[in-house]
């Protein structure tokens, strides 16, 4: 055997194994760099719309179209015969749009309230209403020594609650977007999930502040976030953080998938986390968890 030939064989004995995407092009994580990216880009530079400062806000015309989002997710969309939406919520120290799908026959729904009524009896909100009164009137009524009592019959109530899964409509629309099978897709489920609710966001709102980062490079961003606060953290947390494994994972199984990607809060640091989603339509997040690679805290009150 000639000295090239034996070079090259070493070399495929000994060197790690390259990931390529199931389409042989490139990385998958390198793939998700770019349409992170870009999905990212579609609500960098929207504004807050003055009018939807009020209660029950209304749209006027004009305002961002979630569903631009799948131009740039090229391999999950919209079930057949429905449409993105969303309502806007404002009660004076926060404001967010609430996300819901609606066929594409059908009329958006003019405010927050229209689609409260139009839900509630599915969402079991008047139950649900019932346990949050239940839980305002026991710290109203409780006198602060006798906290045992208080969280034992606070902890019933949230038991209580976490019973009527059916009461978060406001995920309602994810049981409407449809995954390609290819890991790919799994990974931009993930995302949409988790930043599809980010646009014209106000005050309070901004609290979840939750970053998906795709690698060294995003590092840039979160500290000149820190640094715009006016919150210094430690000084070597940058060049830890530079050492961490960015690259998003995809765990495929016959029921269910498991996607996992490293995000930044202020309150936290930097985690990786892991959603478990349902592999046949519709899609479900059934599992959420959360494993902190560096912790920090911002101790900023917000």
């Known amino acids: ?29 390198d793939r998700f760099v770019r349409t992170h990216g870009a999905m990212k880009a579609l609500t960098r530079e929207l504004r807050m719309p003055e009018h ?3 209660k029950d806000a209304k749209k006027k015309g004009g305002e961002f179209d979630p569903g631009t989002f799948f131009s740039v997710l090229k391999h999950i969309n919209m079930q057949p015969g429905y449409r993105l939406d969303y309502v806007y919520h404002f009660d004076g120290i926060g404001g967010y749009p609430v996300l819901y799908a609606r066929k594409a026959e059908d009329p958006s729904f003019a405010t927050e309230t229209e689609l409260i009524g139009a839900v509630r009896v599915t969402a079991r909100l008047d139950e649900v209403e019932k346990i949050h009164t239940a839980r305002r009137e026991l710290f109203r009524s409780r ?3 006798d906290r045992e009592a208080v969280a034992q019959a606070a902890g019933d109530l949230d038991r209580r609650l976490s019973g009527i899964p059916e009461r978060e409509y406001w995920k309602w629309y994810l049981e409407h977007v449809q995954i390609d099978g290819t890991p790919e897709g799994y990974l931009e489920f993930m995302a949409f999930q988790m930043l599809s609710g980010r646009f014209y966001l106000y005050w309070h709102a901004n609290r979840p502040d939750d970053r998906i980062l795709t690698g060294p490079s995003s590092l840039g961003g979160v500290f000149d976030e820190l640094k715009r606060f006016h919150l210094e953290p430690p000084g070597d947390l940058r060049a830890k953080a530079e050492r961490l494994d960015f690259a998003p994972t995809v765990s495929m199984g016959d029921e269910e998938v498991r996607v996992s990607v490293v995000t930044f809060t202020k309150w936290g640091g ?17 599992k959420e968890e959360s ?12």
């Open 291 to 302: 494993r902190v690679l560096l912790s920090h805290e911002c101790d900023m009150k917000f």
């Open 270 to 286: 930097f985690q990786r986390r892991t959603h478990t989603i349902r592999a046949r339509f519709p899609h479900k997040v059934v």
């Open 143 to 145: 006198e602060l020594s």
């Open 1 to 29: 055997m000639d000295r090239t030939r034996l070079r090259l064989l070493m070399f495929f004995l000994v060197a790690p194994p390259l990931v390529w995407a199931a389409d042989g092009e490139e990385p998958l994580g």
């Open 52 to 54: 939807f400062k009020e």
